[in-house]
């Protein structure tokens, strides 16, 4: 049985993942907590689940790792920088884990991977996340990971820059650049979790897309993240190893 407290418990997120917690045969739910409520019970866990704030995660992962307890985090915001400094607190640690990724959805995970293998092959990339409008942060925890990837792939095929005239732009016209793609973000009522990533070619045009329509597309992935993390020394990041796509 593993012990597991959440960070958020009362979010969007926390509510379905306290429940899959629940269900679980092999996991036990020894706290669930918001800001600013006591932690005391949340050091009885073995490992503490993150879906929180963008301001609030790296306090909260340093806490995890000052009690000695491996973290899950889905919680967004991060950047190469803060993907280090959780580096260093970890090595003054040893034996504690912790998982982090932008995206626990197998088919958002598929989407990055095939975007990778996708972008060598395309002149021009771009990618547009669509979400429901209470998400706090823009561009996407995922869609900046997609720009990532795809952004390392097209480096290690030495792609030349993507064509584009623009010279005269309306501020955001052109959206946020991430790595050098450009990211569109559309928040919409009536929508949750959307990706899309359009290739061009002279002629010829692909879209990989991912829509998660519910929050239970999230679940295996987490709970996956957390049996797993126990195994997984130092800072892992994404949960492709977990999938075998790594
Ligand atoms: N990686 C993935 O697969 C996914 C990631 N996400 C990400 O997860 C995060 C949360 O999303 P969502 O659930 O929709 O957001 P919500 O705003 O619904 O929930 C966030 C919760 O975190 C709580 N909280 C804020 N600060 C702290 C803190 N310091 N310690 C403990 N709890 C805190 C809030 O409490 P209070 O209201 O009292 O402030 C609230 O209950 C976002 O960054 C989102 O992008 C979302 C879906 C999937
Ligand atoms: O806030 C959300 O809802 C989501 N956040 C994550 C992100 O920013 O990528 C994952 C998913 O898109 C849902």
């Keep these: 049985m593993i012990k597991v407290a959440v960070f958020g418990a009362k979010g969007r997120m926390g509510r379905e993942i306290c429940k899959a917690v629940d269900e679980a045969v092999d996991l036990q739910l020894v706290a669930g907590v918001d800001a600013g409520d006591d932690r005391t019970e949340v050091e009885k866990a073995q490992v503490v689940i ?4 963008p301001d609030a995660v790296m306090d909260n992962i340093k806490w995890c ?3 000695g307890i491996n973290a899950v985090v889905g919680t967004t915001g991060f950047s190469p920088a803060k993907y280090d400094e959780v580096r260093g607190w970890l090595a003054a640690k040893p034996g504690v ?3 982090i990724a932008s995206n626990f959805s197998i088919a958002a995970v598929l989407l990055m991977h095939f975007a990778a293998k996708a972008a060598p092959f395309f002149e021009s990339v771009e990618v547009i996340e ?3 409008p209470r998400k706090v942060d823009a561009p996407s925890g995922t869609a900046i990971t997609t720009a990532n990837v ?3 792939a097209r480096a290690d095929a030495d792609c030349p820059p993507m064509p584009d005239a623009t010279v005269k732009e309306l501020d955001g016209a052109r959206g946020a650049v991430v790595d050098g793609v450009h990211v569109h973000s559309v928040r919409l009522q009536g929508l949750f979790a959307h990706e899309e990533v359009v290739f061009g070619n002279p002629g010829e045009m692909l879209t990989i897309r991912d829509d998660s329509f519910h929050r239970s597309s999230y679940m295996p992935g987490v709970l996956g993240a957390v049996r797993a993390v126990g195994k997984r020394p130092g800072l892992t990041i994404g949960i492709d ?3 075998g796509i790594a």
């Design 150 to 152: 795809i952004a390392g």
């Design 65 to 67: 790792i000052d009690h």
């Design 241 to 243: 190893d977990l999938l």
């Design 130 to 132: 669509l979400h429901h």
């Design 97 to 99: 884990n912790v998982l």
């Design 50 to 53: 993150d879906f929180t704030h």
